[in-house]
């Protein structure tokens, strides 16, 4: 018996009874994660690590282009690139300045910032036939998730010292061993969050187009007409995910570096 893998159960992914996502028109582009016996040959750091070389190309690009502070700061009179990403840097400037002191968001913005475009160009990548988001693993968010986790303890540690320490222990001292174990399990939480939602949220949606879009080759011969509805809905869940990561980012940085909490 030939093996089975899980995304041979998924009508349209499956290489050999299926038209699926990566076939278009009739023409097989062949799944970069499949090989002939529909094992993933790709994983999905690999395409993390295309789009973390993708974004250090655009920064040097960018650096070389604006190097000169003077042109940097005159806007473009045409939409462009640079326009998007400033609209984007604004919104999400203007978010921390609302969640935390000015200084504190200038201090931070490029770790979220940082953050914001690779989640999202790891998730526009699922709307490339024959690609997979870098973000639809567990193994991909898990690290973001994990810089999240040591940055704002680091902040909070840096801004307010020990008052920071003894926020985990409780305001009173009988309750303090059992408050500390509730306040590390909470702690320890918020990234395993931060990575399965973003997990879950990106592998529904590709499942979605991917079904979609094999059910529309099968059915009408046209895996691209079909399914354009699902492909707003996936640049929905693309900015939406991405906004919700850099928002409890930003409420975990905030709270670390709230003096009025400790």
């Excluded at 062949?30 to 690590?49: K, V, Y």
């Excluded at 990403?85 to 940082?114: L, N, W, Y």
């Amino acid at each position: 018996m030939a093996d089975t893998t899980f995304l041979d159960l998924i009508p349209g992914w499956s290489k050999h009874e299926h038209a699926g996502w990566h076939e278009i028109g009739g023409f097989d582009l062949g799944h970069p994660a499949l090989n002939e016996t529909g094992h993933i040959t790709l994983t999905h750091a690999a395409f993390g690590t295309l789009v973390v070389l993708f974004i250090l190309v655009l920064a040097f690009i960018a650096r070389g282009k604006y190097s000169n502070r003077e042109t940097a700061l005159i806007p473009e009179g045409k939409f462009s690139i640079r326009n998007f990403f400033e609209v984007i840097f604004d919104g999400i400037f203007g978010m921390m300045s609302g969640m935390m002191s000015e200084k504190q968001a200038k201090r931070h913005f490029p770790i979220v910032a940082t953050l914001a475009v690779f989640i999202f160009v790891s998730n526009i990548i699922g709307l490339i036939p024959g690609l997979s988001p870098p973000t639809s693993s567990l193994n991909t968010n898990i690290g973001p998730a994990i810089i999240v986790f040591i940055v704002y303890n680091l902040s909070g540690l840096l801004e307010n010292r020990w008052d920071y320490v003894k926020h985990f222990f409780g305001p009173v001292i009988f309750i303090a061993p059992l408050m500390f174990v509730i306040e590390i399990i909470g702690h320890l939480a918020r990234p395993l969050s931060l990575g399965l939602r973003l997990t879950g949220n990106m592998a529904g949606d590709h499942m979605v187009l991917s079904v979609f879009s094999g059910l529309a080759n099968d059915i009408l011969g046209a895996p691209i007409l079909f399914p354009i509805p699902f492909y707003f809905l996936g640049l929905l869940v693309c900015i939406v995910q991405t906004a919700v990561f850099c928002i409890l980012t930003s409420v975990y940085i905030s709270l670390a570096v709230a003096h009025e909490e400790h």
